[in-house]
């Protein structure tokens, strides 16, 4: 890429609004500049739940989720950041999709960034790439990574069709704690795969245990979407998981928040107790988790709720009866261990 031919990235279109190059209503505003490469086909990948995919040949390829992806030539898109960026977003999040070429146009991008010097942090969102590529992300400024793990387990990683192998995906993950650092490799997780919620736990510890943070997403069935017949999440089960990943954050071991009785994973009664007491402090797991900043406002949900995901402080005092009310009939429910 000798800088002369257009590059086309995808901007979200919560990030184009905030830089005036679209209009929309703002229910939540995006505090990061969101980019996915571009691809008229999409991702030559194969993950059933992702719009990109090739087998979701048939879906519009400038939508991600619920949010729509207009295509922008780089280099204008860059012109707008320059001018307005600083002010706007708190980092940047450049996401790739899997084609030809696609590792020297994301080191292409990211020297673009570089090169406004805006002092944003920026993260890059990466299927597995070799370790030298990762110390070259770094030393361009590149300051977090992210792995599209996605599924719980090894069977769902195969049931939903990720590229590569779990293996590779793991070795990649530890390759990327290397490179970057402890709690700056952030594992996205997607909570309704088909997974038990068992796999869910066990993973996050894992990747915790690893030195890795987690990123929560909730699956999103679109219609005509490959993985539309495997549904939404409940709120129960979805809040559950947040509660689990602040608590593994906070240094707790599963053994230490679950016991088992009759064949059903119950919340131990001191941890029920802690989460009862700090309310406050546990409805923050509510909050978008991932990188510094990132709130993906209405990723996986619409305005109208349900809302798996709270993009801002501000809305979770609005909801404070609704999200208080679903933290504690999370941790008040057992799970069976065969589901």
């Given amino acids: 890429m000798d800088g002369r031919e257009k590059i086309y990235i995808r901007t979200s279109i919560g990030t184009l609004a905030l830089l005036k190059k679209e209009s929309i209503r703002m229910f939540e505003k ?20 992702c719009i990109q995919s ?37 980092r940047i999040c450049i996401q790739s999709v899997i084609k030809n070429e696609f590792i020297e146009e994301i080191i292409y991008i990211v020297k673009k960034f570089e090169e406004l010097g805006l002092d944003i942090p920026v993260s890059v969102a ?40 779990w293996n590779k995906y ?28 068992q796999e869910l736990y066990r993973v996050m510890e894992n990747l915790i245990s690893l030195g890795a943070d987690i990123a929560l997403f909730a699956h999103t069935p679109l219609p005509k979407l490959k ?55 546990y409805m923050l797991s509510t909050l978008t988790s991932g990188c510094p900043w990132c709130n993906r406002p209405y990723y996986n949900e619409s305005p109208r709720g349900p809302f798996y995901n709270i993009p801002s402080t501000k809305m979770l005092e609005n909801l404070k009866n609704t999200i208080a009310k679903e933290v504690l009939e999370a941790i008040s429910k057992c799970i069976e261990l065969n589901q």
């Fill in 30 to 49: 995006p505090y990061t500049a969101y980019i996915l490469q571009y691809s008229d086909k999409g991702c030559s990948g194969n993950c059933i739940f």
């Fill in 54 to 90: 090739r087998v979701n040949s048939g879906l519009r390829k400038d939508m991600l989720a619920r949010i729509s992806w207009p295509k922008i030539e780089l280099r204008e898109f860059l012109h707008f950041l320059e001018k307005k960026g600083k002010r706007l977003f708190k």
């Fill in 126 to 165: 990466i299927t597995p790439v070799d370790k030298d590529i990762l110390y070259k992300l770094r030393s361009l400024g590149v300051d977090r990574i992210g792995v599209g793990l996605d599924a719980a387990s090894p069977r769902i990683f195969k049931l939903v069709g990720k590229p590569y192998t």
């Fill in 170 to 197: 793991i070795n990649f993950i530890k390759d990327s704690l290397d490179v970057f650092g402890y709690r700056r490799v952030v594992v996205h997780l997607i909570a309704g795969l088909g997974e038990r919620e």
């Fill in 227 to 281: 993985s539309y017949p495997l549904g939404r999440p409940s709120i129960e089960y979805y809040r559950r998981a947040q509660i689990v990943r602040t608590l593994l954050l906070k240094g707790y071991r599963l053994n230490e928040i679950f016991y088992v009785r009759e064949n059903r994973l119950c919340f131990r009664e001191d941890i029920v107790d802690e989460v009862r007491e700090a309310i406050d402090l």
